[in-house]
């Protein structure tokens, strides 16, 4: 049987660059907070959690002080700063400079706007790291959009201006500025920023192009991983036979890999939060059961 491991899959730039960071300072003995998972997959934290890096939570935060926290790829608000600056706390900013270059241009934004006559529109999840970042650079007043339904709800007769997540999807964002573009008011403006990773967004047509050249498909994430979500469903539009799994074990569940022929092509791919020594140890597991 031959398995292959997409070549174009595993972590991106941001992501391996924040956990470059934990590493360099675990390995130096130094003890370490992380602000939330650094990454949406529960292995590599475990991983790294086993070399000494302590993952908190916000409130946690606020109980500590002299100590040294990584703040992950997705960013932070402003808030978080002024936190850690009370405390005497020392922060790793590993913050993904696309991420970051966009919450200066939100923050610019807003400030230019002395009377936030303007509305200032994100489309992202609500509530996800990134999102909470850019909100936070205009005082909690940007709009949260998801889709089409709730563009519907802004104020068609203020100004309007649209960035975007840098991990959502490009046609969700287009669709978002061509709804906005037939609804403005023609006295207000808008305006709009393709602000999306194209090293992410430039995963989804490879994606696709892999799922359909395979038997079946195994794609690795963690469940929290949006990017990885908005992958795995295209790769399913493509094959049908495409599987959504987190960890080597979940494969053992998957009835179809037991019964294909012994000349088919099976497919492991992830998101940019998946390692690449986990598609290896999805791989080897196929082996196991298929051999």
Avoid at 5 to 30: M, N, P, W, Y
Avoid at 230 to 236: E, G, K, P, T
Avoid at 244 to 266: F, K
């Amino acid at each position: 049987m031959n398995i292959e491991i997409d070549a174009g899959s595993g972590f991106c730039f941001g992501v391996t660059r924040a956990i470059g960071k934990a590493e360099e300072e675990l390995q130096q003995g130094h003890s370490l907070y992380c602000l939330g998972d650094i990454v949406h997959n529960g292995r590599e934290v475990e991983r790294l959690e086993q070399m000494g890096l302590v993952t908190i939570d916000h409130e946690q935060l606020a109980e500590l002080h002299d100590v040294c926290v990584l703040l992950r790829a997705h960013g932070e608000p402003p808030s978080t700063y002024r936190l850690a600056a009370q405390k005497h706390i020392t922060l790793i900013d590993a913050t993904c400079p696309v991420v970051l270059h966009l919450q200066e241009r939100i923050r610019r934004e807003y400030e230019s706007d002395q009377d936030h006559r303007k509305q200032i529109v994100i489309f992202g999840k609500p509530g996800h790291a990134e999102v909470l970042g850019l909100v936070g650079q205009t005082d909690g007043t940007a709009i949260v959009i998801e889709g089409i339904e709730d563009a519907a709800k802004l104020d068609f007769h203020r100004d309007i201006c649209l960035y975007s997540q840098t991990t959502k999807p490009l046609d969700g964002f287009r669709r978002i500025v061509e709804y906005i573009q037939e609804h403005i008011s023609p006295e207000a403006t808008f305006t709009y920023a393709d602000t999306i990773c194209r090293q992410v967004a430039n995963r989804m047509p490879h994606v696709c192009e892999f799922a359909g050249g395979h038997d079946v498909v195994l794609f690795v994430c963690g469940r929290k991983s949006s990017n990885g979500r908005v992958l795995f469903d295209a790769c399913r539009r493509v094959n049908r036979r495409s599987f959504l799994i987190s960890s080597p074990e979940e494969i053992d569940e998957i009835e179809e890999l037991r019964q294909l022929p012994s000349e088919a092509n099976v497919g492991i791919c992830g998101a940019t939060s998946t390692p690449k020594w986990l598609m290896e140890q999805c791989r080897d597991r196929v082996e196991e059961i298929c051999s």
